[in-house]
């Protein structure tokens, strides 16, 4: 789980001084072996962990297919998360049939999630520092059983702003950060200090939990 939170809180373009760009690459969420339902998918999230071996498969996205020929289809949830879902389908592949990850369909059905349960919001971005970053966190009670990932929507909650991928009972999830060697997903928004977001935890399936009241961002000392 410490690679997901990696996949955020390391992510960003080049600061102060040159070093090498990490390489931008996506990363699975849902666990193997997840009972996804009738209509779940696969949750993968783009971004630039840190310490990670090359993509263990291809990246091109558009060539990836469920195992039988089954097509994808791909819904975007907030910039660089995503959910690959097909009809029945269990085992997604890339292009070369390489698996990149397997799922189970059960009959059951799941609840959504409840609302984040949110302490605080806060963003970090020190002046002074020789490599000035940015990592704005939420606070929590608990992340819940069967979360993958935490999304942040604007104060209207229609439009996902940025994401982070979330540890097991974790209290703090980084859902923005900026200023390493890393590359941000298109579109993600670094929110400033005073606008209000509201949350919605992300399942397994990739099935978006109820949104949390709109919570102001505050400004985060060292």
Request: one cysteine or more; a positive charge; charged letters at 15%.
């Amino acid at each position: 789980m410490k690679a997901l939170l990696a996949l955020v809180l390391l992510s960003g373009v080049a600061a102060a001084t040159p070093c090498p760009i990490l390489e931008y690459r996506p990363t699975v969420l849902t666990p193997a072996g997840t009972d996804v339902g009738a209509g779940g998918g696969v949750v993968i999230g783009w971004g630039s962990p840190w310490g990670q071996q090359p993509s263990r498969f291809d990246k091109t996205w558009t060539s990836w297919k469920f195992a039988g020929g089954i097509p994808v289809t791909r819904t975007e949830l907030a910039p660089g998360l995503e959910v690959y879902a097909g009809p029945k389908a269990t085992q997604l592949e890339d292009g070369k049939g390489k698996v990149i990850a397997t799922v189970t369909r059960g009959t059951a059905t799941t609840a959504m999630l409840a609302a984040p349960d949110i302490v605080s919001i806060g963003r970090l971005a020190p002046t002074t520092s020789r490599h000035p970053y940015v990592n704005t966190t939420a606070t929590v009670k608990a992340v819940p059983a069967g979360a993958v990932a935490l999304i942040a929507y604007d104060e209207a909650g229609k439009v996902a702003d940025t994401w982070g991928g979330v540890a097991a009972k974790a209290t703090e999830v980084s859902i923005y950060a900026s200023g390493g060697c890393g590359q941000l997903p298109p579109n993600m928004v670094d929110v400033p200090v005073g606008a209000k977001l509201r949350l919605a935890w992300v399942d397994a399936a990739g099935r978006v939990g109820a949104l949390s009241k709109p919570v102001a961002v505050r400004a985060k000392q060292n």
